[in-house]
């Protein structure tokens, strides 16, 4: 559920960018269940991760920033 939710925001924004922090308070849960649920959509090509440590679409041409 929670990675569908999440997977639902950035595709309604594909221009999101968050940082683990963000995604913590916007979801309303614990760092480990934030980081694994991000590092599990990264893992599968749906999200990337900036040198800034930002999480975007994997498509995102933002990957740069």
């Known amino acids: 559920m929670l990675l569908a939710r999440i997977r639902s925001e950035y595709i309604e924004m594909p221009g999101l960018r968050r940082t683990l922090l963000q995604a913590r308070r916007r979801w309303a849960i614990d760092a480990l ?27 995102s041409e933002r990957l740069s920033a």
């Open 33 to 59: 269940t934030c980081a694994s649920a991000l590092n599990a959509l990264e893992s599968a090509g749906f999200l990337a991760r900036t040198r800034d440590g930002a999480y975007v679409l994997a498509n």
